[in-house]
């Protein structure tokens, strides 16, 4: 039985904390109206694209669940189909990564050793964000993949966060049968592929598509060990990685870039898969074409309420603010 399943890796809308520059992982940051706004052109693009979504998921922060809802709100509203639009499954899992010690402090406050601050906190490691991402893939995501029952045809959104999206790709990346992953044609047009591995960052509401396909009968998920899994592939030569993120503490191994309302991150140190065997992995069988990285064409044409509005936080109770000024213009 062949099943097809669309897959999208998005990030959450501007937060009033990437306007302000400050660390905000596990800190419960807002939209801003701008970002309220960006992720309410993401649900109808999705809508324009013919999408009809069976599973959403979501980080349980408001940022990452206010986003996904919108794209919910925008699926009520295609045309009847014998499909209920599908409530949005906040999981804890999905957060990011925590700062600690450098959550709600500025993305270039300097201290000679913070480690010696009364109370200090470490970040949260590689190795725990990588086992969060392993809970998710094991107990949501591929026992849908995997699943004899229900449609064969599957669309699943998760909506979460930079850095826990770039562990989770990865995480998933490990899981996939070895060259079986492929860019799609047109993605390659203009640009060369990135490693696998580092396909670069996302934007705010930005995506990674992925078009899975399984042709056979389904057979049951195998075991891996580390040992096991297939390494990442340069598929035209290596680029160098940038990505963008939440927040990311300064550290030594890691140089930090402010660019607007979000930053980029290089690091020196290798990525390397953590200690722990995988419980599970999809058989071979299963292919992955790349349709999009940071997909971000919903933002062509969006621009930023001038006068501050834009990058304030975003009030449920306000009026819409483009129908608010469209409405003006009119009159």
Known sequence: MAQQVKLFLIRHGETVDNVAQVYAGTTDSVLTNHGYQQATRLGLHFKAMGLSFTHLFSSHLQRAATTAGL???AQVALPATDRSVPNVVQLPVLMEQDFGFYEGKKWYDKRDDPKATPGFVDIESKESLAQRADAFLDSHLLPLLNSSTGPTSKVIAVVSH???????????????????????????????????????????????????????????????????????????????????????????????????????????????????????????????????????????SLKRTRGGVGSARHDSSQKNIESFFKRKKLE
Not at 252 to 266: C, D, F, H, N, Q
Request: a negative charge; charged letters at 15%.
């Open 71 to 73: 794209i919910q709100e």
């Open 162 to 300: 930079g850095i826990m999206l770039s562990t989770l790709w990865k995480r998933l990346l490990a899981r996939l049968p070895h060259h079986s992953v492929t860019f799609a044609p047109e993605l390659l047009a203009n640009t060369r592929a990135p490693t696998l591995e580092h396909l670069g960052g996302w934007s705010n509401t930005g995506y990674l598509e992925l078009h899975m396909q399984y042709a056979v009968s389904i057979a049951p998920l195998e075991s891996a060990t580390q040992a096991e899994l297939p390494q990442s592939q340069d598929i035209a030569g290596q680029t160098s990685v940038e990505a963008v993120v939440d927040d990311v503490p300064v550290t030594k191994s890691t140089t930090v870039v402010a660019t607007g309302s979000e930053a980029t991150m290089k690091s020196d140190q290798p990525t390397g898969s953590v200690s722990q065997g995988l419980q599970v992995r999809l058989p071979t069988g299963w292919t992955t074409t790349i349709q999009s990285v940071n997909g971000k064409d919903h933002l062509g």
